[in-house]
């Protein structure tokens, strides 16, 4: 089994910044892509950032130039940072990892972003 553990998450007013870690443990699995995704209420979850195991990364239209994904692979976590928050980037934030094979997809269990003034 696999355990992810997001952390990070918390209120900010409409410009500010925010780090997001998700650490994971467990089974040893070959990762394929690391990501954060989110959901705000009423909304599907949608994709915010991925990093690939050959540290390609892709984001969101919404969040490009002011989001950015990285890994500590020592340390075994992914973060995300995220600068110029906007009221429209409040959700809950999942951690996702995926492996090579359909088997190995691990959800962290959401950590709660509100950009508010």
């Known amino acids: 089994q696999v355990q992810l553990v997001e952390s990070g998450g918390g209120l900010v007013q409409p410009g500010g910044s925010l780090r997001l870690s998700c650490a994971f443990s467990g089974r040893s699995f070959s990762i394929y892509t690391m990501g954060w995704y989110r959901q705000a209420p009423g909304k599907q979850r949608e994709l915010v950032a991925l990093i690939t195991s050959g540290d390609s990364t892709n984001y969101a239209d919404s969040v490009k130039g002011r989001f950015t994904i990285s890994r500590d692979n020592a340390k075994n976590t992914v973060y995300l940072q995220m600068n110029s928050l906007k009221p429209e980037d409040t959700a809950v934030y999942y951690c996702?990892?995926?492996?090579?094979?359909?088997?190995?997809?691990?959800w962290g269990q959401g950590t709660q972003v509100t950009v508010s003034s």
């Open positions: 996702n990892i995926k492996g090579f094979t359909t088997i190995d997809d691990y």
